[in-house]
Nanobody, 125 residues
Framework: QVQLVESGGGLVQAGGSLRLSCAASGGAERNYAMAWFRQAPGKEREFVAVVSRDGYNYADSVKGRFTVSRDGAKNTVFLQMNSLKPEDTAVYYC????????????????????WGQGTQVSVSS
């Protein structure tokens, strides 16, 4: 069965760094796009970053601080988070889309076929 497993979350001070990873298996490793979304307490889920076969895209709130990348086997996506801010505190979710989509659509949670369970990122001030 398809599985997406996130790891790397934790508690850090403002200005610190974390590196998240998401490993795909069960067929999801053959995909078009792997993305990161996040959801803070009491707020809606929001797009963070995506890497697809055609490029990258980031939310304005994380540009210049976060970097998304993919390993050579394309089964794992990473999110390097630098200069973390308290407003980055959220549960971070990995998502996979199997087939092509326009870059604009990849910022929508509706674009994705599978989701991981999430990993907590907490940033203290």
């Amino acid at each position: 069965q398809v599985q997406l497993v996130e790891s790397g979350g934790g508690l850090v001070q403002a200005g610190g760094s974390l590196r998240l990873s998401c490993a795909a298996s069960g067929g999801a490793e053959r995909n078009y796009a792997m993305a990161w979304f996040r959801q803070a307490p009491g707020k809606e889920r929001e797009f963070v970053a995506v890497v697809s076969r055609d490029g990258y895209n980031y939310a304005d709130s994380v540009k210049g601080r976060f970097t998304v990348s993919r390993d050579g086997a394309k089964n794992t996506v990473f999110l390097q988070m630098n200069s973390l801010k308290p407003e980055d505190t959220a549960v971070y979710y990995c998502a996979v889309r199997l087939t092509w989509a326009a870059v604009a659509y990849l910022t929508s949670g509706r674009a994705y076929d599978y989701w991981g369970q999430g990993t907590q990122v907490s940033v203290s001030s």
